[in-house]
């Protein structure tokens, strides 16, 4: 499994832009706020080069709308948050989540988590701990491709480490990564014992 990570800085002027799909310059054109605009271009050159998307065409999607690639020959999934983008890639269905660490909130927690989750939150009592279990959900909601039709109170990402988790009658296995003042969490069904990481420089 691969992830690949990129600073959206540099695209603040939308350079690039000629080379992402139709529909999603489309989608960049939308956004009012730069760093969105930045953010969902970012998104396209890394879907252009690590997956060959070119074209709309080879794009499908799911019944909630993740998107896949028409061949099916790899997997991808993609989050942004504050200054970058990231794009996992694996051999089968992959969900990540990037979330910027700022200070949580109880009341999220307490709606969101499972009394396991919590009490390894008052625990650890840091923003960070909070995003590693929120990353975790969101990622394992992603990489289902259930989204929010699977509430993240309804499962437990507890242990967070490399064992196997049961959610949504799938087995799943979670990498967490902090980077830069960001929390990633990546989820696959294909036990991997090391993320590569690349940092991406687009040619």
């Known amino acids: 499994m691969q992830l690949f ?20 310059r489309e989608r960049i054109h939308a956004y009012i706020q730069t760093a969105d605009k930045a953010r969902a271009l970012v998104a396209g050159l890394l879907l252009r080069q690590f997956c060959g998307v ?7 999607y799911g019944k909630n709308g993740k998107p896949y690639l028409k061949d099916k020959s790899i997997y991808f999934n ?4 504050g ?17 910027k660490v700022t200070p949580y909130s109880d009341a999220v927690a307490a709606r969101c988590f499972t009394k396991w989750e919590l009490e390894y939150l008052q625990t650890q009592r840091t923003d960070e701990a909070f995003y590693r279990l929120w990353t975790a959900k969101e990622s394992v909601m992603k990489a289902s491709g259930l989204g929010f039709s699977l509430p ?19 087995t799943w296995f979670f990498h967490c990564l902090p980077y830069e003042g960001h929390m990633i969490c990546c989820a696959t069904q294909d036990k991997f ?6 940092y991406c420089v687009f040619q």
């Open 5 to 24: 990570i990129s600073g959206i800085q540099s695209f603040m002027d939308l350079s690039g832009i000629e080379l992402v799909t139709a529909k999603r």
């Open 54 to 60: 070119t074209d709309d065409s080879q794009l499908v």
């Open 78 to 81: 993609f989050s942004h948050s």
């Open 83 to 99: 200054d970058y983008v990231v794009l996992a890639v694996a051999d089968n269905d992959v969900g990540v989540d990037i979330e």
């Open 152 to 170: 993240p109170e309804t499962f437990d990402v507890m242990p967070l480490d490399a064992s196997a988790h049961i959610i949504a009658g799938k």
């Open 193 to 198: 014992d090391k993320m590569e990481v690349h």
